[in-house]
């Protein structure tokens, strides 16, 4: 998978959880990303987000850390 497409789906389940309250929005996209993505494309993600995470948009890079927990 490329950055760019990575980016994207973990924007669009953000997009898809942002009209619930914030924290349910965050939790959300923490719990799917848990549950739909495999290993490498969640250690992807986290490796992307702790260098950067340019583009991500803020609700993704707060689920991305709790993904590290």
Do not use: C
């Not at 490329?2 to 349910?24: C, K, V």
């Not at 494309?41 to 850390?65: C, D, H, Q, S």
């Amino acid at each position: 998978m490329t950055p760019e497409t990575m980016l994207r789906m973990a924007n669009q389940i953000t997009d898809f959880f942002s009209g619930y309250p914030h924290d349910e929005a965050v939790e959300g996209v923490a719990n799917h990303l848990r549950k739909f993505w495999e290993p490498r494309m969640r250690k992807m993600i986290i490796e992307y987000a702790e260098n950067n995470g340019t583009g991500l948009k803020p609700i993704t890079l707060e689920a991305v850390g709790q993904l590290k927990k």
